[in-house]
């Protein structure tokens, strides 16, 4: 069986694997695709709401339980339930992986805010700070490496789950894996994971540099 | 509701397994993540490489890990065990970090008391930190058993049977209600489990009634 990672180093280091429509390069590049388009709808989404939720302290127990009972939902139930109502197309995978990355980013953007010290708080405010002045001049910025963290999970999880997504016919990286398993071809299937696993370890350094430069400024 | 009454059976099978799938992983990453999450707090710097390589382990994508390790451990492709062992390292890099923050929020004059009555390390371990650990760490189980639950479903892809078997079998027929039932199911399974850790927390941890949960 170990051969199967020798024969996987074949597959990578075989020239044709890096061209064309399949070839590595243009899957990477779909996966980012999907990836970026989901965490940037899921941004849209839940930072405004999390920022709200933690600057306000309103419908706090509602965002925990909300948080949680996402988690509980299963991502491949729900994406080849989407696909059966809408179809094949980019809205399914993107909606479902939209709800996989909203916990982290509404965690993140609610606890962020939310363990700002009050005293600065009302310090800002003393100044004469507007209540909009507060967030985005002294809550933002000091929650700033918090939020990052939601990031930092949603993308994670976004860029691991993406895969599941070429099950439903979509493509990216995924592809190599859900086609390898159908046909077999497991060096194939393995050279995509390893693919993958690089790309996630590679966000998440990039992600940790990030948060510790956030956090000293 | 036809289509449930009629594979109540076959959902009951799924259900035990999965079942057994989320609860082994659970409970070994518990066993194996506990010891490793007291000692990395008492030795600051190899304890902070431990921690960080459960971070880095927990980054990597389940569907591709449970490709990979067949050809690492030489199990078969379909064997359940992959699934067990995949779930069990993400077990174990959750909750070695909230062990860690588990004991190290342990107040330092309790665990001087203990050491000044006469207990040994490890009686100290198990009588005084480990139960005073126990609502954080709670707080962890609870956590890690969700996701798994949820995380099992992925094993349908590669073949191994359980609740995810509805969706793969669900999508493949175009039945949307297969789909629905395995969902609503996977979501049960989870808030069960989740109300078993609470009821063991109440009868093993009456003290932490009130207590701050972490996490």
Known sequence: ?217 | MTWFLENADRIGDLTVRHLWLSVLPVALGFLIAVPIGWWAQRHARLGAVVLGTGSILYTVPSLPLLVILPGVLGTSFLDPANVVVVLTLYAVALLVRTAADAFAQVPRDVVDAADATGHSAVQRALRVELPLAGPVLLAGVRVVSVSTVSLVTIGALIGVANLGSLFTEGYQRGFTTEIVIGLGTVVLLALALDAVWVLLGRLLLPWARGARAGG
């Open chain 1, 1 to 217: 069986m170990s051969n199967v990672f020798a024969e996987a180093a074949d597959w990578l280091t075989d020239g044709t694997h890096w061209q064309g429509a399949d070839g590595v390069p243009a899957r990477l590049g779909e996966h980012l695709g999907y990836s970026a388009l989901t965490v940037v709808i899921a941004a849209a989404v839940a930072l405004p709401l999390g920022l709200w939720i933690g600057h306000t302290g309103r419908l706090r127990g509602l965002a925990i339980g909300l948080t949680g009972a996402l988690r509980s939902l299963p991502t491949l139930g729900l994406l080849t339930l989407v696909v059966l109502w809408m179809g094949i197309g980019l809205t399914p995978p993107v909606l479902a992986l939209v709800v996989l990355a909203v916990p982290p980013l509404l965690a993140g953007a609610y606890a962020g805010v939310e363990s700002v010290d009050p005293r600065t708080v009302d310090a800002a405010r003393g100044l004469g700070f507007t209540e909009w002045q507060v967030l985005t001049r002294v809550e933002v910025p000091l929650a700033l490496p918090l939020i990052l963290g939601g990031f930092r999970s949603a993308v994670l999880q976004v860029v691991s789950t993406a895969t599941v997504a070429a099950y439903i016919g979509l493509g990216g990286l995924g592809r190599y894996l859900i086609d390898g398993i159908a046909v077999r071809d497991y060096p194939q299937t393995l050279a995509g994971s390893l693919v993958v696993v690089v790309l996630a370890l590679a966000l998440d350094g990039a992600f940790a540099v990030a948060q510790r430069s956030a956090a000293r400024a």
